[in-house]
Nanobody
């Protein structure tokens, strides 16, 4: 497992942008698929995006496709989520997570960060 710490959340107006970062401890970061999930109040945690260990392939939820971009820098043990054209519907706690599998199922991710709050005002 790796230890994950997210940062970069905050309050932004609709139409604005934020970039989330997730830094991992440990030398095995580059062997993990990395994902971003989010959970809004009263809702279940949902998949947002994932990226392969090399960064060569990404996958997005339909709700964020074309607006969000996931990337990683293995030299810095960091994965990013660039979020553009934000709407109030994107308001949630955002979590990064690590897995050995190409999956979007949260139960198949075995390391999680503590989450960072993103609030989009109208």
């Amino acid at each position: 497992q790796v230890q994950l710490v997210e940062s970069g959340g905050g309050l932004v107006q609709a139409g604005g942008s934020l970039r989330l970062s997730c830094t991992a401890s440990g030398r095995t970061f580059r062997s993990y698929y990395m994902g971003w999930f989010r959970q809004a109040p009263g809702k279940e945690r949902e998949f947002v995006a994932r990226i392969t260990w090399s960064g060569s392939s990404t996958y997005y939820a339909d709700s964020v496709k074309g607006r969000f971009t996931i990337s990683r820098d293995n030299a810095k043990n960091t994965v990013y989520l660039q979020m553009n054209s934000l709407t109030p519907g994107d308001t949630a706690v955002y979590y990064c997570a690590a897995t050995k599998w190409a999956t979007m199922r949260s139960r198949e991710y075995d390391s999680w960060g503590q989450g960072t709050q993103v609030t989009v005002s109208s």
